[in-house]
């Protein structure tokens, strides 16, 4: 079993994820970064091949960062995916979430594709997957003003009798 973080873009999951890693003592595995250092920048595989290929190779990041034991993050998008959403029933699901207020600095100048339209975009973004990233969270953390520090030893105190003693 891993610890799993899923959440919008923005909301953190990597900065924390690094952080809880720390603490349990597992390696992080990000599957946006998994995808990036394999098949090159997420925006230029969105503007040559399309969301769909894209989606593809962001299914088999996934796929294989599940397969190791490590607290993983998951790209924002990547619980669309119905076969990811059946995998991480296995794993313990900690949703992380952010304000529009707190992720507006965040995604400014991003490079993020489903994000060219700022704000709004996040904000539409967001009320699409709520449903999913609640439906497959075990526990919800929200980082708009607390230090992140603080909210990763909660969350390793979380999971860790799940994930280090399985």
């Known amino acids: 079993m891993n610890l799993v973080l899923i959440g ?5 999951k990597t900065r924390l994820g690094k952080r809880v890693a720390r603490l349990l003592e597992l390696p992080f595995l990000d599957t946006d970064k998994l995808v990036v250092a394999e098949h090159g920048p997420i925006a230029a595989l969105f503007a ?5 290929h894209f989606r593809a190779l962001e299914r088999s990041a996934v796929r294989a960062a599940l397969a190791e034991r490590a607290v993983v993050a998951l790209g924002g998008g990547a619980i669309l995916d119905k076969d ?6 296995a794993h313990r699901v900690a949703l992380i979430t952010v304000s529009p207020e707190a992720v507006a600095p965040r995604i400014g100048g ?3 594709p489903l994000l060219a339209g ?10 699409a997957r709520r449903p999913i990233y609640e439906r497959l969270a075990d526990a919800s953390w929200d980082t708009s003003d607390r230090p992140l520090d603080d909210i990763a030893r909660d969350i390793a105190t979380w999971a860790e009798g799940d994930i280090t003693h399985d």
């Open 118 to 127: 700022g704000l709004d975009a996040w904000r539409a973004l967001v009320d």
């Open 84 to 89: 990811t959403q059946r995998d991480l029933a």
């Open 48 to 52: 040559e091949h399309g969301e769909p």
């Open 8 to 12: 919008p873009p923005g909301s953190g």
């Open 110 to 112: 991003t490079k993020r």
